[in-house]
């Protein structure tokens, strides 16, 4: 299994996540990054079998808060 990690505080609501992994990604009301699937809080963590489209997002966002391993 991989993981996606989200660190929300530091997110700046860029949308480069959604926009490069919808599969992953959403945009909250708050105006910052969700992962789908994951529960809301301020570091969101989701557990999936391929990391797919997250690692180019954790490649282009710009406060370097999405982390995969
Ligand atoms: S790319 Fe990074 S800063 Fe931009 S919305 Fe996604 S998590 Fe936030």
């Keep these: 299994m991989a993981k ?3 660190e929300r ?3 700046i609501g860029c949308g480069s996540c959604a926009a490069l992994c919808p599969k992953y990604f959403e945009m909250a009301d708050d105006g910052k990054s969700h992962i789908k699937g994951a529960d809301k809080k301020e570091i969101e963590e989701l557990e999936v ?3 797919e489209c ?7 966002c710009p406060a370097q808060c999405i982390h995969t391993s």
């Design 54 to 60: 997250a690692e180019s997002a954790a490649e282009a």
């Design 9 to 11: 505080e530091k997110c």
């Design 4 to 6: 996606i990690k989200l």
């Design 49 to 51: 079998a391929k990391l």
